[in-house]
């Protein structure tokens, strides 16, 4: 019974050729979140959902956006993805309105490969 | 900004070893902590979590961990990990809020990769 579904579970795409990786929940979670896992570093965050109200982290490049068109979905697109973006991007959802009662779940995960 | 470390990166034992992960996180007020585990090819799933009370959680499949305030730290434990314990463990924190509503996002270490032999 998955509860965050990430698609694809692998992405390869060409160096500067726009590409978007997706997230669905049917968890009904306010918070959304996308971290980029990188061989052998700690997952960090880029963005996240609260609702509709969208959060960048400081240091998270231009080349990276988002969209949330409704609760169950948010979508990661890179615009021009470099060589070093290559990693694994990972998505997870939160109950957000007594966040200090709750914990993350997350996505099996996109691989993402840039040839 | 918090920041989380976890002393090994890979460790290798015998099925029925003792296991313990080191983690120390840095932050200027309180937390909550969070063991996450990786299986191979799956998602990040949560072991256990410490929020308030008691010192020593439980998790599933008979992890624990201790919170030592002093120490800023928070390693898990098992007393005799089996062949399945193979995976990744990560740490993690995040700001501990005491009401209402919030999005802080998770900063994890580096991860421990664990190998049980059989």
């Known amino acids: 019974d998955a509860m965050v579904i990430q698609n694809p579970r692998y992405q390869v795409t060409q160096f500067g050729k726009p590409v978007t990786l997706s997230c669905s929940q049917t968890l009904n979670h306010n918070v959304m979140y996308w971290y980029q896992q990188k061989s052998s570093q700690a997952p960090k965050l880029l963005f996240h959902?609260?609702?509709?109200?969208?959060?960048n982290e400081a240091d998270t490049p231009d080349n990276f956006q988002s969209r949330r068109p409704n609760t169950s979905f948010c979508f990661l697109d890179i615009r021009s993805p470099g060589l070093g973006d290559a990693a694994m991007y990972l998505c997870a959802t939160r109950e957000g309105y007594e966040v200090y009662l709750t914990e993350a779940f997350f996505g099996q995960g996109t691989r993402l490969t840039v040839v | 900004a918090q920041s989380v470390s976890q002393h090994n990166h890979h460790v290798i034992l015998s099925e029925a070893a003792s296991l313990e992960l080191g983690c120390n996180y840095s932050?200027?007020?309180?937390?909550?902590l969070f063991w996450y585990v990786q299986y191979p090819g799956q998602h990040l799933q949560l072991l256990l979590k410490y929020f308030s009370g008691d010192p020593l959680v439980k998790g599933i499949k008979g992890f624990e961990a201790e919170f030592i305030k002093s120490k800023f730290s928070f390693n898990l434990r098992k007393p005799s990990v089996q062949w399945s314990d193979t995976a990744e463990y990560f740490c993690a924190v995040t700001p501990r809020k005491y009401s209402g509503g919030g999005a802080d996002g998770l900063t994890f270490g580096k991860g421990t990769h664990l190998i049980i032999q059989p």
């Open positions: 932050y200027g007020g309180t937390v909550n």
């Open positions: 959902y609260y609702d509709k109200d969208f959060n």
